[in-house]
């Protein structure tokens, strides 16, 4: 295990990304409340190749070449105009596409979060240089095991040094997730890798493998109990919405009710230029971007969909949960608090949380602060045209 050497230079710059990180994400937040006619999150895959071949994955080929790099800048385009405020690039595997940083710089020119999923085996330092020149706000990284087996060789023995790495050069945030399920032979791991992340100073969170319908494989009851810890060593607004009833029933084998806003909230835009529901979802609208208009929008908004009660993608549940937080915030926001309050008494809610009770359920004049908030982060100018009519 190395020492970890960040610069005086880097820390600077690290601590300035951050503000200014926060402060657009607290905008990004405050669009989302005070209107549901933009999406949220878009995933966007560059690349369907991948180096690594994993047994449980269906999201990958061995052989697909990148999309061209006009294409996938027409798309970040549109995407923007659509008024999306978070544009995460996966695939496959992201670093794999030639010209990444340029993606990355368009999605920052054209107002959006930029986050990238990788498997980090092509992390190096001189790469991390190149993604804080971009401008790349969040990584993600998620590690399978602690040794290699033959299901994933996303382990930890072998990207400890790219950690190391991370912690020393990058400007933006870094996230590290472990997984659990039935594909994962020793689960304990989940913890260790979570505990390793937690000291290199990143994020740490546990998610559940699905099936490839995003479907869930309920957890034994030592998968369960390792979720929990792992989900105790954060302390974050992010560990916060986890400790939602929706994890505690995702690790329970229980269905969860609540309406998934796929195709509207969020997009799942594949190589070919498609919008399906996610990354489990695939061939659900595929419509063309480019022609993606208010009524499919609206469409899919009040969609009930089938798979929604035994769903384990993490990412559209918390999307959808920020239109139950505009719809319902004092149900919504009472009932986090106390499930996390029941769970850990001595829970302080981080600042934010503090801030929306307050705005909320103390004062109870939603409409008010929402006015004022999207006025004080300048987050009342339309980010775009927003959806077309048909
Ligand atoms: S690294 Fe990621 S995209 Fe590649 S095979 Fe593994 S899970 Fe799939
Ligand atoms: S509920 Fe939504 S996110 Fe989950 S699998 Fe179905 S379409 Fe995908």
New binding site residues.
Partial sequence: MQMIKTSARTLARRKAGRIGRKLREARMFARAMHSAHHPILAQVIPIRR?????T??N??DAHSPPVATDQMLRRIDRLAALGTTIITL????PMLHPDLDELIRHIRRRGAIATLIT?GYLVTPERIQRLNRAGLDYLQI?IDNVLPDEV?K?SLKVLDRKLEWLAEHAEFEVTINSVLGSPVRHPEDALTIARRARELGFTSTVGVLHDHNGQLWALSEEHRRIFESVLALNKSLFSFAHYDRFQENITRGLPNEWHCRAGARFLYICEDGLVHYCSQQRGRPAIPLERYTREDFEREFHKTKSCAPYCTISCVLQTSMLDSFREKPRETLVQLLDRRKARDPGFEAPLLVRALHGMFIQSGNKARWSKLALRLLRADRPVGPGIPEA
């Fill in positions: 991948c180096n690594l071949a994993c449980y994955c999201e990958f996966s695939g496959g595997e498997n998620s994933s996303k």
